[in-house]
């Protein structure tokens, strides 16, 4: 099993920045991929950035080029850099876990989110 606990949302102002950091506990060495997605009244979860263990990143169409996603494998966080955020980036941010098992299968685990508001 592995627990998620995120932590940095809040409000903030068009143009402004978050840092978003997600802290992992329990069976760490199994997480394959770590990242965010986000979900929006209304609408379904989409992604926002995920990282592998070897640091290979992928990021949403709509975050490129203004947020940076980074992981520590040694002290098992991932933290999402959000800059230039707009009102559309309104939306509960969760944290989320590729995890592998040692009997070749995986499964996703989420964290219990956090919201993220921008002012226009």
């Known amino acids: 099993q592995v627990q998620l606990v995120e932590s940095g949302g809040g409000l903030v102002q068009a143009g402004g920045s978050l840092t978003l950091s997600c802290a992992a506990s329990?069976?760490?060495?199994?997480?394959?991929?770590i990242g965010w997605y986000l979900q929006a009244p209304g609408k379904p979860r989409e992604l926002v950035a995920v990282?592998?263990?070897?640091?290979?990143?992928n990021y949403g169409d709509s975050v490129k080029g203004r947020f940076t996603i980074s992981r520590d494998n040694a002290k098992n966080t991932v933290v999402l850099q959000m800059n230039n955020l707009k009102p559309d980036d309104t939306a509960v941010y969760y944290c989320?876990?590729?995890?592998?098992?040692?009997?070749?299968?995986?499964?996703?685990?989420w964290g219990q989110g956090t919201q993220v508001t921008v002012s226009s």
């Open positions: 989320y876990a590729r995890v592998r098992t040692s009997f070749g299968s995986a499964f996703n685990s």
């Open positions: 990282i592998s263990r070897s640091g290979t990143t």
């Open positions: 329990g069976s760490t060495f199994s997480i394959a991929d």
